[in-house]
């Protein structure tokens, strides 16, 4: 057990609408991201928030968009959904920014999104 | 960007064996993490290194980060069913807020 949670589990979408997912990050850690994961690759740093402002991302296009509230709940939300966003979608929270010195991510269980 | 090969891409071992997990890094590691999946599931942190020549052990699992920081390996002694799982390596760019994954190495453990 992490302390992280996610919701929901899972999601079956069509191509076109759009989705959120969230995110309950560990009380105190300032830093969530959110990774895409498609089956059999390792997951893809989507962006990273610090302290409600996102203040990294990877290679998304902007209609991958979040959100980090002072409760340390957060969300991720995908407009215009396509087939290849098909994945599992996992947020990490941590006290400091993603790759800092002695800063563990702790993961939640992940979301399935399924697009058709 | 930092890209990171994880080798080997699957192993099938069995139980009691000792095995080897390696990443290269195409640049010099800021920092570098090991964590565990299990299928479809969440990432749990294994150890994190940052040293060149550094080594950490955990249990049955060590890990070493070479000296010039660019590879670093995993090593599970007397391996049993439950280190089945995938492994990923990762870490961050010295520079810009970003994080990145290997490909992983999928671990079967034959009881």
């Known amino acids: 057990e992490t302390g992280v949670t996610q919701s929901p589990t899972h999601l079956i979408k069509t191509r076109g609408q759009q989705v959120t997912l969230r995110c309950s990050s560990q009380?105190?850690?300032?830093?969530v991201s959110w990774y895409q994961q498609a089956l059999g690759q390792g997951p893809q740093f989507i962006f990273q928030?610090?302290?409600?402002?996102?203040?990294g991302r990877g290679n998304f296009p902007p209609r991958f968009s979040g959100l980090q509230f002072p409760n340390y709940s957060s969300e991720l939300n995908v407009n215009a959904l396509e087939l290849d966003d098909s994945a599992l979608y996992l947020c990490?929270?941590?006290?400091?920014?993603?790759?800092?010195?002695?800063?563990?991510?702790?993961f939640g269980p992940g979301t399935r999104l399924t697009v058709l | 960007s930092q890209e990171l090969e994880q080798s080997p891409q699957s192993l099938i071992v069995q139980e009691g064996k000792n095995l080897t997990i390696n990443c290269t890094s195409s640049?010099?590691?800021?920092?570098l993490y090991w964590y565990k999946q299990k299928y479809g599931e969440g990432l749990i942190f294994l150890m994190m290194?940052?040293?060149?020549?550094e080594e950490k052990s955990h249990e049955k699992i060590t890990a070493k980060l070479d000296e010039k920081k660019q590879q670093s390996s995993l090593h599970i002694t007397a391996s049993q069913p439950s280190h089945a799982g995938i492994y990923l390596c990762?870490?961050?760019?010295?520079?810009?807020?970003?994080?990145?994954f290997g490909t992983g190495t999928s671990l079967t453990v034959i009881p």
């Open positions: 990490a929270s941590s006290p400091d920014w993603a790759g800092g010195p002695n800063n563990e991510q702790f």
């Open positions: 009380s105190g850690h300032n830093t």
């Open positions: 928030y610090y302290r409600e402002e996102e203040n």
């Open positions: 640049k010099t590691l800021y920092g």
């Open positions: 290194l940052q040293k060149g020549g």
């Open positions: 990762g870490a961050a760019p010295n520079t810009g807020n970003q994080f990145y």
